[in-house]
């Protein structure tokens, strides 16, 4: 890169398909692409977290049937 200006330009990665369907093709990323992620589990957990198990229906107290 002799251009300084060249410095400065970002590319997207190459695609797969066209219009709705076009998606970046998985063979050509990589880590300078920004791909790894190794925490995405645990911001997906603290993103949604899992409700409450049900409790089960208490049977110290009569139920009306």
């Not at 970046?24 to 993103?47: I, M, Q, S, V």
């Amino acid at each position: 890169m002799t251009d300084p200006l060249e410095q400065a330009v970002s590319r997207a990665p190459a695609t797969l398909g066209e219009g709705c369907l076009s998606r970046y093709d998985p063979d050509a990323l990589g880590p300078e692409d920004g791909t790894e992620f190794p925490d995405a589990a645990a911001l997906w957990r603290a993103l949604h977290p899992l409700p409450p198990p049900e409790s089960a229906p208490d049977e110290s107290t009569p139920s009306e049937t």
